[in-house]
Each structure stands twice: as structure tokens, then as C-alpha cells.
């Protein structure tokens, strides 16, 4: 059964079904220059070291739709946190023809961590120029 909830200025959206433990993933809001892109992943309120972040773009395309671009991937800390710094700040994430409208966290787990299987989950942040 899926999960929405707002944290802070990001959503946070966990696909969790009975062979998984639920997460939540929390995408800080972002800006200046360099750029410091951070989630944060917890389950039952606890966090969740060494779990995979995928960071994407979230733009507008060309024809008008949704669309994102990988920008990197980082591993949760003992708090949970995955973060990656883009150096030349927003317009380094920035393509022709898209509007930038933030960034997607994404967690993908498809194998056990740390003896739990644990639940996707995504969340959007903000950039804040």
C-alpha cells in the first residue's frame, strides 16, 4: 500500500508491500553555489546507514512533460544522509530546452541491507537559486 506525506518541502512516497520494511526518504531543500543535494533515509523514525540514493533532475521537457536526468548517486551515512555536491551549483543541472524544477531522491533496494529488506521510496526537494 503506498505512503504519501509531506516532510518539510519535499514529498516523501514509499511503494512498501508485506516483503518490505517501510521507508521514508526526505530530500532537503537545495542552493548556491556549489550545490549540496541531500536525502535523508530513515525507517520507523530511525536512520538507515548504507542504503543507495539515486539524485535526478526534474524539469520540464521540450513537449511539456515531466522528465528527469541522473545526476549522481550517493550512500546513506550512520545518519541516514546521502549527499552529493555539484560544484558549478544549479546551472551545472541545467540541459537546452528543459526548465529546471528541482531535484528526485530516489531509494531502489533490491537486495537485503543490513539483514532487512527494506522498501523504495522517493521524495522531491526544492533548488533554491
Known amino acids: 500500500m503506498p505512503v504519501l506525506a509531506v ?9 512498501c508491500g508485506a516483503f518490505c520494511t ?3 526518504l526526505e530530500a532537503r531543500p537545495a542552493s548556491g553555489t ?7 533515509l530513515t525507517s520507523d523514525g530511525s536512520p538507515v546507514a548504507g542504503g543507495r540514493v539515486a ?5 520540464t521537457g521540450p513537449t511539456g512533460g515531466e522528465e528527469g536526468r541522473l545526476i549522481a548517486q550517493a550512500t546513506t551515512d550512520s545518519s541516514g544522509v546521502a549527499r552529493h555536491v555539484v560544484q558549478r551549483g544549479e546551472q551545472a543541472l541545467a540541459y537546452e530546452g528543459a526548465t529546471l524544477n528541482g531535484y528526485q531522491a530516489r531509494f531502489d533496494n533490491l537486495d537485503e541491507l543490513n539483514g532487512v529488506r527494506y522498501c523504495s521510496s522517493s521524495a ?3 533548488l533554491r537559486g
Open 7 to 15: 516532510v518539510a518541502t519535499s514529498t516523501t512516497a514509499s511503494a
Open 22 to 24: 517501510g521507508t521514508a
Open 34 to 40: 556549489p550545490l549540496t543535494l541531500e536525502a535523508v
Open 55 to 59: 539524485f535526478y533532475t526534474r524539469a
Open 124 to 126: 522531491d526537494g526544492s
